[in-house]
């Protein structure tokens, strides 16, 4: 009788997965990226636009414009001249005091003043006429016409006076209104930076004022 075959069992070692480490897929991504750069730098010093050099960008057709046009209104001139007679009031030879001015911008460059002073405990109301001018990079009035008197009446001396101090206050708030419009300034701290308006013209329409600057940039 035989012996039986005997089978031998064969066991196979299960294989064995590789995993790859956080470091070499870094390394991996670092390699893929720097290759893209490389591949797109390439790319735009061979295909796209052309050799750099010093010449300018063609500028458009000249305008003939003025770089800046303004506009303020005659109620807000009027807050600022009040705010300032508030502020600072007008006398004039220590007997007049200036109460106050209310402006009205007309056309043709003409603005009217509506002026109300106190004299010796009494009331005098008058309107003056002016024309609004440029004069050395400032805004000027000059009288168009004879002021219309109502109310008491004044010694020629002082009314000229009046009419003088009222038109330098006035020019003076117009000055500084106009110059702020043209002028640049940082919207968080309010600091100019480096705009210088020069004006070059002014005129007044019903209600408003119109001022047009040119503007120099210093940095």
């Known amino acids: 009788m035989s012996n039986p075959i005997q089978m031998t069992p064969v066991t196979r070692q299960p294989r064995q997965v590789k995993f790859i480490g956080w470091w070499q897929a870094l390394l991996f991504m670092v390699a893929g990226g720097v290759l893209t750069i490389g591949l797109a730098i390439l790319y735009l010093v061979l295909f796209v636009g052309s050799p750099q050099n010093n010449t300018p960008l063609t500028l458009p057709p000249v305008s003939g414009k003025a770089d800046l046009t303004a506009q303020v209104s005659q109620e807000y001139v009027n807050r600022e001249i009040a705010s300032a007679l508030t502020k ?5 030879l220590g007997v007049v005091d200036v109460k106050q001015v209310v402006v009205e911008f007309n056309p043709d460059s003409v603005l009217a003043a509506d002026v109300r002073i106190a004299a010796f405990g009494r009331q005098l109301d008058f309107n003056i006429k002016d024309i609004v001018q440029v004069r050395g990079n400032q805004v000027a009035l000059t009288l168009k016409e004879d002021p219309k008197l109502g109310g008491l009446g004044l010694p020629l001396g002082i009314l000229n006076g009046v009419l003088d101090q009222v038109n330098v206050s006035v020019a003076s708030q117009l000055n500084q209104l106009i110059t702020s419009l043209g002028q640049a300034k ?20 019903q209600g408003v004022l119109n001022a047009q600057f040119n503007i120099a940039i210093t940095t």
């Open 88 to 92: 600072k009031p007008v006398n004039i």
């Open 186 to 205: 940082d919207c968080t701290t309010g600091q100019q930076i480096g705009r210088v308006p020069t004006l070059l013209a002014i005129n007044s329409q």
